[in-house]
Nanobody
Framework: QVQLVESGGGSVQAGGSLRLSCAVS????????MGWFRRAPGKEREGVAS???????TYTDSVKGRFTISKDNPKNTLYLQMNSLTPEDTAMYYC????????????????????WGQGTQVTVFS
């Protein structure tokens, strides 16, 4: 079983930065992938960024060049550095993870994840 706990959300002015953290406990080893998703009020959940166990990454177009996903394996922590934030980034952000016996690849498809955190709120005001 894998447990995920997000932190680092908050309120920030447009143009500012936040770093989200996701603490991982449990058996996440070998081939796996992790991601950050978000859900804004009245909108569907959206994949933001993903990283695989080989450190390959992928991002949704709206955050490319502004957000960076990374992982610290010794600390069992996933990060999302968010820069140049805009009000459109306001959402609940969720950390997700999945193990795989096949080749791991970064993916923004939420159905491919089976472990989810409780979320952390990010609010960007203008």
């Amino acid at each position: 079983q894998v447990q995920l706990v997000e932190s680092g959300g908050g309120s920030v002015q447009a143009g500012g930065s936040l770093r989200l953290s996701c603490a991982v406990s449990g058996n996440l080893y070998g081939r796996y992938y992790m991601g950050w998703f978000r859900r804004a009020p009245g909108k569907e959940r959206e994949g933001v960024a993903s990283i695989a166990s080989d450190s390959s990454t992928t991002y949704t177009d709206s955050v490319k060049g502004r957000f960076t996903i990374s992982k610290d394996n010794p600390k069992n922590t996933l990060y999302l550095q968010m820069n140049s934030l805009t009000p459109e980034d306001t959402a609940m952000y969720y950390c997700a993870a999945a193990r795989t016996v096949w080749a791991a690849y970064a993916t923004l498809t939420s159905d491919e994840y089976n472990y989810w955190g409780q979320g952390t709120q990010v609010t960007v005001f203008s």
